[in-house]
Structures are given as structure tokens and as C-alpha cells.
């Protein structure tokens, strides 16, 4: 009984404070040697801010960060969408065929090796400074995590269902959607965590190659005009979306298979 309840109760405190336990310590580890070090040492506060002259620097100039952070969220949600389609839809056409795919994910592959430094100033050029360039470079260098975890979610697929659905007549879409895209939701969850990771730093770096608004070219401005401190906050900024967005991605698993979490629970063993 004892062996039971312990095996049980594992996955609750895996869930619970303990998660995050660890992380939480570490940092505020770090941000106390870092306001020490900086109260202490003298250190000029343009090279170095504290945290608390980050934090003060920060909350008054919220409503400048809140106004540049409206567009990076914009960007960075419509080309994740993006991103999001294209990948599946190239999913679905590289799984229809050898032949296609042979031809297709090469191509796809070497778009992922294109220096974003390299690239960026080109599609500014070529569709000026608004929102289009950035969401195309988000959509370019995010959409391959879900192309893949895509692919390999319709390989997990196990074939005797897909026998047993050909043998009751099903035609090859209805096996796709009823066996194949089911299997390969769980994977593409998890190519959606890593490339919802990319989408800010591109968005971030889209907007240091051109633009009018944005966290990037927020903080280029205030790099230029030796505001570390605002840089700091514009930072935090930044990491807080990506957090959220990362977390995000959990609740919408959540919503859209939620059969998914109910077979991994020790429950249902």
C-alpha cells in the first residue's frame, strides 16, 4: 500500500511548488549577489544597474515599454499563426508522398541555415518597414519546429490502426484525420514550445533591422543613449512574453487534447 500511494502522489508534487522551487531560488540568488555586488563595488550604473534601479527605471517608463511592447506581440502572434500553417500544410504535403519529401525537406532545411543578418535587410527592402517583413521572418524561422514534429507525430502512428481503418473502408483522409493527426498532436505541441521561443528573438531582431515601434528597436534606442537600465527592463520585458507564451502553449494543449493528459496520468495505468 505504502509502494502504491508513494507512486501516486509523485506526479502531484511534480506539478506542485516544488516545480518551480529550484529556479525561483537560484534567481533570487542571483539578483541579491547582483544588487550587492552593484551597491558595493561602485560600479557605474550605465555599465552595470542594480535591480532595484532596473525595477524603478522600469516602472516609470512603463507606459513607453507597454507601447512598445503592443507591436512585438502583434508581430510575433500573427506570424507564429503563420508559422503555424505553413507548417502544417507543408506537413500534410510531405506526408502524402516519398517523392515529395525527398524533394521538399532539403529545401526546408536549408531555409533554417539562411543568417537571419543576412536576411532581415533584404525583406525589409523588398516590403518596407510595417508589420509584413517581421511577420515573414517570424513565420520563415518558426515554422520547421512544427514541420518536423508534425512528420514525426505521423510516423508514431500505429500501423494496425491504420490497417484496420483501411480494412473498414476508410479512405486515406479519413485515416489521416482520424488516426494520424490525433497521434500527432502531443508532437506538435511540443515543436510549437520551441518554435514560440524563436518567434521573439525574431520578432526582437526583425525590428533592430527596421522599424518605428517595437521592444527591439526600443531597446536599440536606448542603447544608443546609454539607458542600460531601461535596456534591463526592456530585456525582462522580452523574457516575461516568451515565458508566457511558453506557458501558453500548455494551456491550449489542455483545451485541444485534453485526452492527451488523461492517458499520461497514473490513474489511468
Not at 503592443?70 to 517523392?99: K, M, N, W, Y
Not at 518605428?212 to 531597446?219: C, P, V
Request: hydrophobic residues 50%; glycine residues 6%; aromatic residues 12%.
Amino acid at each position: 500500500m505504502s509502494t502504491t500511494s508513494h507512486q501516486h502522489t509523485r506526479p502531484r508534487r511534480r506539478l506542485g511548488v516544488g516545480t518551480w522551487a529550484p529556479a525561483v531560488v537560484i534567481l533570487a540568488t542571483a539578483v541579491i549577489l547582483w544588487q550587492l555586488y552593484t551597491t558595493r563595488s561602485g560600479i557605474d550604473p550605465r555599465v552595470l544597474p542594480s535591480p532595484s534601479r532596473i525595477i524603478t527605471a522600469g516602472w516609470t517608463a512603463r507606459s513607453a515599454l507597454w507601447a512598445n511592447t503592443i507591436p512585438t506581440l502583434q508581430e510575433t502572434a500573427l506570424g507564429f499563426s503563420l508559422a503555424t500553417v505553413v507548417g502544417f500544410g507543408f506537413s500534410i504535403v510531405i506526408d502524402a508522398s516519398r517523392i515529395l519529401r525527398n524533394a521538399i525537406m532539403p529545401l526546408l532545411i536549408g531555409s533554417q541555415t539562411l543568417p537571419l543578418v543576412a536576411i532581415a535587410p533584404l525583406v525589409i527592402i523588398w516590403f518596407g518597414f510595417g508589420i509584413t517583413p517581421k511577420i515573414l521572418l517570424i513565420a520563415l524561422l518558426s515554422f520547421f519546429p512544427i514541420t518536423v514534429a508534425f512528420l514525426e507525430g505521423y510516423r508514431a502512428t500505429d500501423p494496425d490502426i491504420e490497417r484496420l481503418l483501411a480494412t473498414m473502408g476508410a479512405h486515406r483522409w479519413r485515416i489521416f484525420r482520424t488516426a494520424r493527426l490525433p497521434t500527432a498532436m502531443p508532437f506538435f505541441f511540443t515543436g510549437l514550445r520551441i518554435a514560440i521561443t524563436y518567434s521573439i528573438v525574431v520578432a526582437i531582431f526583425a525590428e533592430y533591422a527596421g522599424a518605428t515601434s517595437g521592444l527591439g528597436i526600443y531597446i536599440q534606442q536606448l542603447t544608443n543613449v546609454y539607458r542600460t537600465d531601461l535596456v534591463f527592463a526592456a530585456i525582462i520585458v522580452t523574457t516575461a512574453l516568451t515565458i508566457i507564451l511558453f506557458a501558453a502553449t500548455y494551456a491550449l494543449e489542455r483545451i485541444m487534447i485534453p485526452w492527451y493528459r488523461r492517458s499520461r496520468s497514473p490513474h489511468q495505468r
